[in-house]
């Protein structure tokens, strides 16, 4: 009965190669975030969506990329992944701006 | 000057101890101040968060802000190794979900 879902829970990809990291929700809710945890830091905002409207944060690298093609999914594109993409990626959601967000379990990214 | 300041830790403590964690912040544009837990590979999970200036209490867990020095702080009374984790402060300006995080203390309760 897990709310937030995220696959896989570990991914490998070569430098690079494009790989995209999947988050989904049964919670209906409208706004989506995806943050970024590399070892030993803070999580850091890499963009969210507000339903369908897509708003990213100022100091997001061109090489991340999101897509939502229904309120349940969201995904995250990495174009050309560097050694230093290499982190653990969180998709969170929340039911509007003004409410609790809950975090999924995370897709831990090794660059080789 | 990083926005946000956390004590990485480890800090070890003994099992029924109490244990104090706590966070600086230089944006006084912040209003909502939040702590997560988060096990091992794990997301983060939400442990308390406040609006405003003054204490919260929620069974072991009390949360602490101080506006007027840009604090907060944390406290797990009677400390289980369950607790042991990793504890972030959040921090936001203008919405629950776009947050600043501190980079984490580790916690280490030992039986």
């Known amino acids: 009965d897990a709310m937030v879902i995220q696959n896989p829970r570990y991914q490998v990809t070569q430098f690079g190669k494009p790989v995209t990291l999947s988050c989904s929700q049964t919670l209906n809710h409208n706004v989506m975030y995806w943050y970024q945890q590399k070892s030993s830091q803070a999580p850091k905002l890499l963009f969210h969506y507000y339903d369908k409207d897509f708003n990213n944060e100022a100091d997001t690298p061109d090489n991340f990329q999101s897509r939502r093609p229904n309120t349940s999914f969201c995904f995250l594109d990495i174009r050309s992944p560097g050694l230093g993409d290499a982190a653990m990626y969180l998709c969170?959601?929340?039911?509007?701006?003004?409410?609790?967000?809950?975090f999924g379990p995370g897709t831990r990214l090794t660059v080789t | 000057q990083k926005e946000v300041e956390q004590d990485p830790g480890p800090l070890s403590v003994p099992e029924g101890a109490i244990v104090s964690l706590n966070c600086t912040y230089s944006n006084s544009a912040f209003q909502y101040f939040m702590w997560y837990r988060q096990y091992s590979r794990k997301g983060p999970e939400l442990l308390m968060y406040t609006y405003s200036s003054g204490n919260k209490e929620d069974g072991r867990f009390t949360a602490q802000v101080d506006k007027s020095s840009k604090y907060i702080s944390l406290f797990i009374r009677d400390s289980q190794p369950s607790d042991s984790a990793t504890y972030l402060c959040?921090?936001?300006?203008?919405?629950?979900?776009?947050?600043?995080f501190g980079a984490g203390t580790q916690v280490v309760v030992t039986p």
């Open positions: 969170a959601t929340s039911r509007d701006r003004q409410t609790f967000v809950g």
């Open positions: 959040a921090f936001s300006t203008d919405s629950w979900g776009k947050l600043q």
